[in-house]
């Protein structure tokens, strides 16, 4: 039988293993090599006997049932299941009444499918640079860049965190603009008592099983908050003929999960705080920025280098960043990179061949702006110095995985001396220089 | 199928934790593909979450794109309007672009023979008739055909299990819409132990439900 069952448990850590020599110089890792698989989704008894008992029933019932639950849960008008998170973001676009050659602006930070979703609405994204500190769309940005074929702004809640909405809803109902959201890293993630998802005039999230919620494979959920967006969207499907539907097996899935996302997301947030408090005291590490009044679901947790803190400033940050980076991976600890490129640099929107010949780019002037990484320095700041864990917060580790990821930093952090010494061996690239890592 | 193999599969599938399409260690998806070529006699499948998802991939695999025409003559009202959303006019004349394969549990027996008839460079086989949720596949023998259509789907990523960058060697495969049409192991560990049911009808199953 193949389970995802762990074969051998951690050690407890021992608060002398901070001391010791670094994994990359030959020392004891801190995460074992044979320990390292996160896993996720967790997958119970539960997820297999709703799975079993939805054989049962008529499969458009198992969609709807869930689709029910969820929009209960996060308190949107209305909902559309899909078959993806891009699917469900084409349907927010349409339902919001996004026609070809519009405009929709969008962050230049963020995964390739938000502008991909966009093309696929037969609009063209211009894309903004993103706020230093939350790293989501930058509302003066998204302002300047409103022109009189805008007919959406799309900010996407970055890594979890919601992005700066109320600043955004001015600007919307100022300019005559939908507000349509990304939520696909933001499950639960809340502005006040407002769930991601239901602020917006229309929001799509992707549900697909590496997300804080997670479907059984792929699937997505565009969210309403009118009938009438609702029911555009669906007219869209009909006279396009587009098959977007979600599959019942995904949907069982998710009803038993649904039930235990709550939970999840309290460990998510015990382990972001646990992890947090003592990145702080690193000097060398910070932890994400979350505004007052905000609820970051830590779908990612981005973690900010401060260099000078430790006597480093005299350094590129970029170079500090991947001997740390370095370092940390040799302890164990799976610290990624998330996307390195702004994404008017990725291939599809250099050449912008959308869906052939150039449409719909060719539908508006923006279409065939020119960008330079100049355009976004916000970006290519937070590329340049900080760094991701993934799974790694996102899974409801064991206790003693969280606190071992803790010592690593701290490990890492006590040593400026060898991330001086890997930063002077190697010429690093920018990371906007190296391919676009698409994950 | 009979409900009992289909709580098998799905339990089988669950219990392994790998229900991710893009996880390395999927072994669902290949498994699928593999029938698939093996029964129509393609050397390429290209899975997708949809009957749609297959019609634009068989399109975008043989370079078909916003502007282009192909013959109209057989496709469904459906299908028509999907192919013009995508640009491709519907007034060509000629042999047809691609040929459409539907299943389901009663006529999923007859894929070997309904592939060795289709002409067309790509086969759109439409597995949703087989009760597992939206699922289709492009078949063809045309590398390029398949090359190009596993980027459509993915993000122009070069393949499902891969972490990828999009340093793309061959940058004019990569299409410039690019979609999640990725199929979940799930669903594709049903669907193929149900073709697999076709081919051994009267072999007990273990339950007479
Ligand atoms: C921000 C963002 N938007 C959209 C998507 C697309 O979702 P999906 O992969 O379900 O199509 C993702 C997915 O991974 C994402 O991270």
């Known amino acids: ?439 | 199928m009979e409900l009992f193999d289909t709580a098998m599969v799905l339990t089988r599938v669950m219990t392994s934790g790998v229900v991710m399409s893009i996880e390395k260690s999927d072994r669902e998806l290949p498994g699928l593909e593999r029938l698939l070529t093996k029964r129509t006699k393609r050397s390429h499948a290209v899975l997708v979450n949809s009957r749609t998802a297959a019609v634009h991939a068989a399109l975008a695999g043989q370079g078909i794109v916003h502007g282009d025409r192909i013959p109209g003559g057989s496709l469904s009202p459906e299908t028509r309007a999907f192919v013009n959303w995508l640009g491709v006019e519907t007034t060509g004349t000629g042999a047809p672009a691609f040929d459409e394969i539907a299943l389901d549990a009663h006529v999923a027996d007859s894929l070997p023979e309904r592939a060795a008839e289709a002409t067309a460079p790509a086969i759109v086989v439409d597995l949703t008739g087989l009760g597992f949720g939206p699922a289709a596949a492009v078949l063809t023998d045309d590398p390029t055909v398949w090359a190009r259509a596993e980027r459509l789907k993915i993000f122009g990523a070069h393949d499902l299990r891969t972490m990828w960058t999009q340093e793309e060697s061959m940058p004019d495969l990569v299409p410039g819409v690019q979609f999640n049409y990725r199929l979940s192991p799930l669903v594709a560990a049903c669907a193929r132990m149900a073709l697999m049911q076709t081919a051994r009808k009267n072999v007990e199953t273990g339950a007479r439900l």
């Open chain 1, 1 to 439: 039988m193949i389970s995802d069952f762990p074969r051998a448990p951690l050690p407890l850590p021992d608060e002398a293993e901070v001391d010791s020599a670094l994994a990359a110089h030959g020392g004891p890792a801190m995460v074992p090599a044979d320990r390292r698989r996160t896993q996720f989704p967790v997958i119970t008894k539960e997820d297999v006997f709703t799975m079993l008992l939805a054989q049962r029933q008529e499969p458009e019932k198992v969609v709807a049932g869930f689709t029910e639950a969820y929009r209960d849960y996060v308190g949107a008008g209305y909902a559309l299941p899909t078959a993806s998170g891009t699917a469900s973001l084409h349907m927010a676009l349409a339902g919001a009444g996004v026609r070809p050659g519009d405009e929709v602006i969008v962050p230049a930070f963020t995964f390739i499918a938000t502008a991909q979703a966009v093309v696929a609405a037969h609009a063209v994204p211009v894309f903004v640079d993103i706020d230093p500190l939350t790293y989501c769309m930058d509302p003066a940005a998204a302002e300047a860049a409103v022109t009189e074929r805008t007919a959406a702004v799309m900010p996407v809640h970055v890594h979890g965190l919601p992005a700066d909405v109320p600043s955004l809803r001015r600007l919307a109902s100022r300019r005559g603009l939908a507000l349509v959201e990304d939520a696909s890293h933001a499950h639960s993630a809340r502005i006040g008592p407002h769930v991601a998802g239901s602020i917006g005039d229309a929001a799509g999230q992707s549900l697909m099983a590496d997300k804080n919620f997670p479907l059984g494979g792929e699937g997505g959920m565009a969210f309403f908050a009118t009938e009438e967006g609702y029911r555009r969207a669906v007219r869209h499907l009909r006279e396009h003929g587009i098959d977007y539907r979600m599959s019942w097996v995904a949907a069982a899935f998710g009803s038993s999960q649904l039930g235990r996302l709550p939970y999840y997301d309290a460990v998510r947030a015990r382990n972001a705080e646990l992890l947090g408090d003592s990145l702080e005291r690193t000097g060398l590490f910070t932890p994400p920025h979350v505004p007052e009044g905000w609820t970051h679901s830590y779908n990612m947790y981005r973690i900010g280098l401060r260099p000078e803190a430790v006597g480093l400033g005299d350094l590129d940050p970029h170079a500090v960043k991947a001997a740390v980076h370095e370092l940390l991976v040799a302890e164990g600890v799976p610290a990624r990179e998330w996307q390195n490129t702004p994404l008017p640099f990725h291939l599809p929107f250099r050449e912008r061949s959308g869906f052939g010949r150039g449409y719909p780019f060719t539908l508006s002037p923006a279409g065939s702006r020119e960008y330079t990484p100049e355009d976004f320095p916000n970006t290519l700041r937070m590329l340049d110095s900080t760094l991701v864990l993934c799974r790694e917060l996102r899974a409801p580790v064991e206790y003693e995985r969280i606190l071992r990821y803790r010592d690593a930093f701290a490990k890492v952090a006590a040593r400026p001396d060898a991330v001086r010494d890997l930063a002077a061996r190697q010429e690093v690239p920018h990371p906007y220089e190296r391919a676009a890592r698409l994950g």
